[in-house]
């Protein structure tokens, strides 16, 4: 079940991975622009990630119950909210020049960041529509299928790259904009490859899936029911990656920003394939909370963790042990972003046996329903301790003063250790938030949430 998972969302990080190898050919500004620009993209979506996330709780608890065709309904129902977000990123658009500005870069890291920015925007459609189609693929135990459409999909980009990047083969040189009109390109043609397949015959004869289509106003709320706390929880936590890259690390200058950007890319390889154990657990928790056998929910979920941790932990450690011939060999030659990034991937590594839990076990939760007490916990952590820690250790003076209602003066003196201190917060939050997770999961309180509506009527919450 979850190596395909794995292997997809390994196909996502690498497609963004050879992005930002092919832009760092450009330079450092180019470099500097283009991380935060995709990430602040990826923040405006994972509102509508989080609700299509749940057709795999939907649809796995479905399954496990015998209802089947019920499964399809929750997918269209989420290829439904995936468009509405398509149209949100186009209100979304015009913004761009407002929030970058905001940020405190360079004029030309700026206007990369805008134009980067405004051309992946316009195919936002492009990543909302296809996780409601994979979220189901996944719940109903055919994960190869988004595997292999998000592989297609990342040769196209590779392809597009190289030929718009660098204006190869009589195609325009676009530089930073022909790196983001690859991606989307890319996107629309998985998004188009998983459609297809959903409609095909063999699924329809066991799901229904073309007769489905009907737009079901009580599944779109019981989606959003349990999906709008899971959508507020990624996008809280994604967002407050933002603030860490843009307003902190960002503010420190353009090598502690490549140097962060390297060490982003390098630990995407590392999470990323743990990002794919958590799709993969949350379906399975629900298949087995739909038959009833809670322990072996959490047999599975146990499973899943250790495999992260053996993962990740590896990951971490060769990255922090080849850290600065890594870093030379496909991003920087710069002595000063060299040092940086391999002292970031050092404190990365610190942590990562700890986050393997934090992902893991925020499937398996997302699998069983539980996910407003998630959304309140990471809100909680995220502005009480990640932020003002990593503030308070990333800049010599943290400026308190800009909050409304703040009066000037209030400012409080800091550390100044720029991107390093930043990281360091960074790894004291994961390894803590570990602990809140786990102990969460353990205590078995997500056994009695009731899902479906027709449940909840019967037997209150």
Known sequence: MAVPIVF??????????????MVSRLGTEQLAATAPAGLWFFIFSTFFLGISGCVSTFAAQSLGRGEKEQGASYAWQGVYIGLAGGVFGMAVWPFADDLFGLMGHTPEVTRL??????????????MCWPAALTSFFQAVNRPSVPMYA????????????????YGKFGFPRMEVAGAA?????????????LQALFLSKSLDREFQTRSRYVFNWQKVRELVRIGWPAGLSFFLDVFNWGVFTSLLVGR?????????????????????????LNH???????????????????????????????????????????????TRVFFSTD???????AVILILAACYQAFDAVNIVVLGALRGAGDTRWVMWVMSLASYCVFLPLAAFLCMGE????????????????????????????????????????????????????????????????
């Not at 100044?416 to 602990?435: D, R």
């Open 8 to 21: 997809g969302q390994l196909s996502y990080v690498l497609m963004q991975f050879a992005d930002q190898v």
């Open 113 to 126: 960041e805008v134009q980067y920015f405004q051309i992946r925007m316009a195919g936002f459609v492009f």
């Open 150 to 165: 998000a592989w297609f999909a990342n040769g196209i980009n590779l392809v597009l790259n190289y030929l718009l990047i």
């Open 181 to 193: 009109w690859a991606t989307v390109i890319a996107m629309g043609v998985q998004t188009v490859i």
């Open 252 to 276: 420190c200058g353009e090598v502690q920003m490549a140097a962060h950007n390297v060490a982003i890319n390098f630990l995407h390889l590392a999470f990323m394939p743990a990002v794919g």
């Open 280 to 326: 993969a657990v949350a379906p399975i928790v629900g298949q087995w909370i739909g038959r009833g056998n809670i322990p072996m929910a959490k047999t599975r979920t146990h499973t899943a963790i250790k495999i992260a941790i053996c993962y990740m932990t590896a990951a971490g450690l060769c990255f922090a042990i080849f850290a600065k011939p890594l």
């Open 335 to 341: 002595p000063q972003v060299v040092e940086i990034a």
């Open 398 to 461: 943290v400026p308190v003063s800009r909050i409304p209602g703040i009066p000037a003066g209030w400012d409080l003196p800091g550390l100044g250790w720029e991107a390093k201190g930043a990281w360091l917060g960074a790894t004291i939050y994961t390894i803590g938030l570990s602990g809140l997770l786990f102990w969460r999961f353990h205590g078995e309180r997500w056994r009695d949430i009731k899902i479906f509506e027709k449940d909840r009527v019967s037997v209150p919450e």
